[in-house]
């Protein structure tokens, strides 16, 4: 069992820059791939980048490439998202999970994150 909590949602302007943590308490952090995902309004959850347990970057979605960087301390038991010049269409609410085997098995509750024009 993994416990993710959220943080360093906001407000931002257009062309910002936000940091999201995600902290996990529980067994074996560093034998998870980490995940972070979004869920706009009106719209379906899509993942925006993923981690494997030993730090080696799996994917970006298009839409953040160049902008976007994961990274994760397995010491501190923490994933970060690095978000740069932000844009309207990055408001969601966001969430990190954490896969176990073939699936994310385990999520956050998820920080808002609003980018303002």
């Known amino acids: 069992q993994v416990q993710l909590v959220e943080s360093g949602g906001g407000l931002a302007q257009a062309g910002g820059s936000l940091r999201l943590s995600c902290a996990a308490s529980?067994?074996?952090?560093?034998?998870?791939?980490m995940g972070w995902f979004r869920q706009g309004p009106g719209k379906e959850r899509e993942s925006v980048a993923v981690i494997s347990s030993g730090g080696g970057v799996l994917n970006y979605a298009d839409s953040v490439k160049g902008r976007f960087t994961i990274s994760r301390d397995n010491a501190k038991t923490t994933v970060y998202l690095q978000m740069n010049s932000l844009k309207p269409e990055d408001t969601a609410v966001y969430y990190c999970?954490?896969?176990?085997?073939?699936?994310?098995?385990?999520w956050g509750q998820g920080t808002q994150v609003t980018v303002s024009s």
């Open positions: 999970a954490a896969r176990y085997g073939a699936t994310f098995r385990y």
């Open positions: 529980g067994r074996a952090f560093s034998s998870y791939d």
